[in-house]
């Protein structure tokens, strides 16, 4: 994948060298289109970022909308009535927004992460469940028509009747494939989290032929340069320093400032540690902030604490001058529309405006009839 950022890449590297905490903030922005919104339909963007967290039906919109131009809700949602695009566990044991195609490569990949997981179930509360007789009545279950895990529990239970119900139907997602169908994760909709194999949902099977070796390039054109236990961190797969240590040959190599080594593909953009960088705003849960051991190339270990939520909540954050510095939030009732912006430090002037101005574009984008839209700077509640 060449340079689509529109941004001048760095075309002097040595091998070893040093790449500030700003340097890598400028190389992760850059590629996930936050340097410049980007000109591109909103599948490719999903592909190129390999999905986005989607735990919460909404906050992809917000992922979408901060990284490329003239995004509208009605895009994505019409990628997900379509089935071009679909809701699904993959990384980190985790609700991912991926494409078809993603889904049907990405999921055997990932599949070891689910496995750590249904190991301590069958172990644990499902001793005594055979796994593969398991995996085929629910697999029979979800295509009848969709069902909650909730019905997937209680139309097991009959032929377990010893077992917990809900950890039969927990035991399904990591069996089989499923994903969450429509409404779910529809603008403006409502609905039940249902769900059917992608199997039957896409109407093709698996695609058991890609690599480990592919996963790691696309992770690194997304968010390198980036350590092995970055990597391992963002999928949830160990084992991984045996992949890069066969790819190394064609990757290039960086030290962070403590000295760790970094991996890179050759042709992705490093813009200068002084590159600009304009405010933005991420929503719930994105993967910027969940994809590194080391996540302070965009987030102060001193604001941590404040964004990822004892109850595993990882709030809705604003970035200026590349890094978290604060929370927003959005109300909205009845004919007004609110934006309240929670800085963890003072902020001077310019970046006040900038961020009244790029919020200004939020509100339209979250709603657009609004006959009022105000912006409001308070101080972050505790």
């Known amino acids: 994948m060449g340079n689509d950022t529109g941004l001048d890449m760095e075309s002097a590297v040595r091998e070893g060298e040093t790449l500030s905490r700003r340097r890598l903030n400028r190389a992760l922005l850059a590629r996930q289109h936050l340097l410049r919104r980007a000109d591109m339909p909103a599948l490719e963007a999903i592909e190129?970022?390999?999905?986005?967290?989607?735990?919460?039906?909404?906050?992809?919109?917000?992922?979408l909308w901060t990284r490329l131009n003239g995004f509208r809700p009605e895009d994505l949602g019409a990628l997900l009535l379509s089935r071009q695009a679909v809701r699904i566990v993959l990384m980190r044991g985790t609700i991912h927004l991926v494409s078809a195609r993603d889904c049907l490569e990405m999921r055997p990949l990932i599949q070891p992460v689910l496995d750590r997981g249904l190991s301590s179930l069958l172990k644990g509360r499902l001793a005594g469940a055979d796994p593969a007789e398991l995996a085929e009545v629910g697999r029979q279950l979800v295509e009848e028509r969709p069902l909650t895990f909730s019905e997937l529990g209680q139309a097991l239970a009959p032929r377990w009747p010893d077992l917990d119900p809900a950890a039969l139907g927990d035991a399904i997602r990591g069996l089989v494939p499923l994903v969450q169908v429509p409404p779910r994760g529809i603008w403006g909709e409502s609905g039940q989290a249902m769900h059917t194999s992608a199997e039957r949902w896409l109407g093709k099977a698996l695609n058991r032929g890609a690599s480990l070796e592919g996963l790691v390039l696309r992770y690194l054109r997304a968010f390198g340069p980036a350590s092995v236990a970055d990597m391992q961190k963002w999928s949830g797969l160990t084992g991984l320093k045996r992949v890069v240590e066969r790819l190394r040959p064609q990757l290039l190599l960086f030290r962070d400032e403590r000295g760790g080594e970094l991996f890179d593909v050759p042709d992705a953009p490093r813009p200068a540690a002084e590159t600009p960088a304009p405010v933005r705003f991420l929503g719930e849960f994105d993967n910027m902030l969940l994809s590194y051991e080391d996540r302070t190339r965009i987030l102060p270990r001193d604001y941590r604490s404040r964004v990822f939520t004892v109850n595993g909540i990882i709030r809705s954050a604003f970035l200026v001058d590349g890094f978290v510095r604060g929370l927003?939030?959005?109300?909205?009732?009845?004919?007004?529309?609110?934006?309240?912006?929670?800085?963890?430090?003072?902020?001077?002037?310019?970046?006040?405006e900038a961020l009244a101005e790029e919020g200004e574009g939020l509100l339209r984008f979250v709603a657009p009839d609004a006959a009022t839209r105000e912006i409001a700077f308070q101080a972050e509640r505790r």
Not at 331 to 348: H, N, Q, S, T, Y
């Open 48 to 63: 190129h970022l390999v999905g986005l967290q989607a735990q919460a039906p909404i906050p992809p919109y917000f992922g």
């Open 328 to 352: 927003w939030r959005t109300e909205v009732k009845g004919g007004a529309a609110r934006l309240v912006i929670e800085p963890f430090e003072e902020l001077d002037r310019a970046d006040r």
